[in-house]
């Protein structure tokens, strides 16, 4: 479309210079110099072609004749990209709800160098969603592939959520590969991308997880921990337990009983805050989530564990 309208406003130029002379106050004229600066206006308008043919002469209107057809064939395809572009962004979604990642890469490798920040991070949750069930070699390989997508989608766009999102979690991965020194420097950035996702998309639960999961984790370190990490790798960040429970609340609010390992988390924060009604409650909550895969089995093998273990004390 922007291709579009800079050759309109070409042609309004070429026009304004070859037909001044002929029709300087003619109102047809301004109506077309005007009109042809919104991609709206539709140039082979019988009336117009007719009254600019009266006022030009025959090579003028023949060349003006010739314009209109490639403006609207340029029109036509650039509509045709935009169609074809929804299809393929529909369809990776789609396969995506299926959990056909593979099949994703296949049908949006071929697009990664067309700049488009919605096929790049699609891409790159692809390659993430991939690397989970491959070889340490394979993974190691799909991570730095994904990382690199996502970067530039980064580039290309600062303030688009999902990229901020994955952005996090390829910060992550990439710094459990490169060792826990470089994962404690990358720390504090996974929060910050995290909490931009946020604020971009209030409505998206699992980024309000991941952010949950990052405090609780923090919080989790014992203070010999923190001290041994502090002397051998750097200063770990610090979070609360009450900040983590605030984000897997916000997380639940945003989309109720989404997944599992959220309630799971909820019951197992409580725990940390010897709220052990409310532990309870949530625990048995993802007792008796309707399971859609080993990811929930594994929820549900934890929470009626810690259950167990809370009976006995």
Known sequence: MYFYLDVQNSFALMLRQRLFHVAKYSRILQRVLCKNNHAGYKVNDIRVVRKLTWAASPFISMGIWGFMKNT?????????????????LHKADALFDQGNYKEIYDILLNHKDSKDVEILWRLSRAIYKISKTASDVEARKLIYEG?????????????????????????????TLEGTKAHIKELQNIKRHLLRATELNPADATTFYILGC????????????RKIASVIFGEPPFSSF?????????????DPNFYSHNLLMLGKTYLKLQRN????????????????????????QEAQKILSDISLK
């Open 147 to 175: 990382y690199d997508l996502i970067h530039t989608a980064l580039g290309l766009e600062k303030d688009h959520f999902a990229v901020h999102k994955w952005m996090a979690i390829f910060l992550d991965s990439k710094g």
């Open 277 to 300: 009604e409310d532990a309870v409650k949530y625990l048995q909550k993802v007792i008796a989530f309707p399971a859609k895969n080993d990811d929930d089995q594994k929820a549900k």
């Open 72 to 88: 609207k064939g340029e029109e036509n395809n650039v509509e045709t990209q935009i169609i074809d572009r929804k299809i393929l």
């Open 242 to 254: 009450e900040e983590a429970l605030t984000y897997f609340e916000q997380a639940e609010k945003a």
């Open 214 to 225: 990052w405090c609780y984790e923090i919080s989790n370190l014992t203070w010999y921990q």
